[in-house]
């Protein structure tokens, strides 16, 4: 099965989704199961993850409940207050819903540039492990170094990089975010979404080629076993369409052996998200 590991639903109201500024503003309109399910399936995709969009225990509650009723959604990978002092408590109160799969912080907007540190945060990612929970992690590429730093912390956290840490595409920068994420791919804990990259080009004007070098790294960087399919939908569709973006992933891919390709287009997906227990 062919998985998309990242996808938002909501809503739309401008204030909620402040960040959709006049250049997206194409997508300022409601996004539900129902226009995902005929975007996937002309693709040929067979399930998705779908990943929190607003900091609030009630959006993790709503993705939950849409799960339930699309078969679809494979999985949640949602927010709770992972500073927060009660933490332990609302994880037990989520334990038993297998759809849960992740957590997810919006640190790329955290204006402490230690956020990452904290004490309290770092509490409640040691308690992921213990309700299988993965962590994901959302970072722009300057945020790499405290990252790796992060992720030492946790040597036995499964970690998922979003978006492969949005490096600099629009200004066709590689350093020093391909050296970055060379040593982060050295923690085999961490795993990485091919996702939200043309959304880091120039909307309109983004190329192939352009993006060639920035999957180059990162193929060879996490390898077939640790990279998953990721559409980023609906951002990703100020600068692409669903089909665009999941063929440009096929070409890129296609120097893997056939096998490997199936990880990266939804096995590892399964796996890492243990969609097993869903059954």
Not at 45 to 71: D, F, Y
Not at 116 to 123: A, K, V
Not at 151 to 172: C, R, T, W
Not at 223 to 233: A, E, I, N, T, V
């Amino acid at each position: 099965m062919v998985i998309d590991s990242h996808h938002h639903f909501w809503n739309y109201n401008p204030a909620e989704y402040d960040w959709i500024d006049d250049s997206m503003k194409s997508i300022r309109s409601d996004f539900l199961p129902g226009k995902l399910e005929q975007t996937i399936c002309a693709a040929g995709v067979g399930g998705v993850i779908s990943v929190q969009a607003r900091q609030s225990l009630t959006e993790t509650g709503w993705l939950l409940e849409m799960a339930r009723q699309h078969s679809f959604i494979k999985g949640v990978v949602g927010w709770l207050p992972l500073c927060n002092r009660d933490i332990e408590q609302l994880l037990g109160r989520f334990a038993d819903e297998i759809l849960l799969k992740g957590l997810r912080h919006v640190i790329q907007g955290e204006p402490d540039p230690e956020f990452m540190f904290r004490s309290d945060f770092n509490n409640g990612v040691t308690l992921l492990k213990k309700y299988q929970l993965v962590y994901e992690i959302l970072v722009v590429e300057r945020q790499l170094p405290n990252t790796i730093r992060f992720v030492d912390k946790h040597d036995e956290q499964v970690f998922v990089l979003d978006h492969i840490a949005k490096p600099l595409i629009k200004s066709n920068i590689l350093s020093p975010w391909k050296e970055n994420i060379q040593e982060l791919a050295k923690r085999q804990n961490v795993s990485c979404k091919i996702s939200g990259m043309v959304t880091e080009a120039d909307i309109s004007a983004w190329t192939a080629s352009q993006l060639r070098p920035y999957f180059d790294v990162v193929l060879e960087a996490f390898g077939p076993d640790r990279l998953l399919f990721g559409s980023d939908w609906p951002v990703c569709l100020v600068a692409t369409t669903y089909q665009q973006w999941i063929e440009l992933v096929r070409e890129n891919i296609s120097t893997f052996s056939a096998s490997e390709q199936t990880k990266i287009m939804g096995g590892n997906a399964a796996r890492i998200y243990n969609i097993e227990k869903n059954k």
